[in-house]
C-alpha cells in the first residue's frame, strides 16, 4: 500500500520566498529518506503565500519511521517562516496516472 502525506501551509507575512527555499531544502532531505517514494511541492495560484507539500510514502509505518531520522536543523527554517501549524493528513490513492 503506498500512501500520501498532505501538508498545506501558510507563509508568514512577507516569507513566501524564505518558505519556498524551505520546503525544497526539506524536499531534499525527506527524499532521501527509507520509504519515501517522493515528493512534491505546490503553490496556490490565487494566494502566493499557500504551499502544499506532498510526500509518498510506502506505507504510514514507514513515514512514522521516517520522521526521528530527519535533521531537525532541516525543519527549523520551513517552521520559522509559516504563520501556524501545518495543517497535515494521509491520504489514500483512489485512481492511478
Known amino acids: 500500500m503506498s500512501v500520501a502525506r498532505h501538508y498545506m501551509m501558510t507563509a508568514r507575512e512577507g516569507m513566501d520566498a524564505t ?8 524536499a531534499d532531505a525527506v527524499r532521501a529518506l527509507p520509504g519515501c ?3 512534491e511541492l ?3 495560484i ?3 503565500r499557500r504551499f502544499v507539500f506532498i510526500e509518498r510514502w510506502t506505507s504510514v509505518e514507514a513515514h512514522k519511521a521516517a520522521g526521528p531520522q530527519l535533521d531537525k536543523a532541516v525543519i527549523a ?3 520559522a517562516a509559516i504563520d501556524g501549524p501545518p495543517d497535515g493528513c494521509y491520504l489514500d490513492s483512489l485512481t492511478l496516472g
Do not use: F, K, Q, S
Request: proline share 5%.
Open 77 to 79: 527554517p520551513m517552521m
Open 42 to 44: 505546490l503553490r496556490d
Open 46 to 48: 490565487g494566494n502566493e
Open 19 to 26: 518558505l519556498e527555499t524551505a520546503l525544497r531544502t526539506l
Open 37 to 39: 517514494d517522493g515528493v
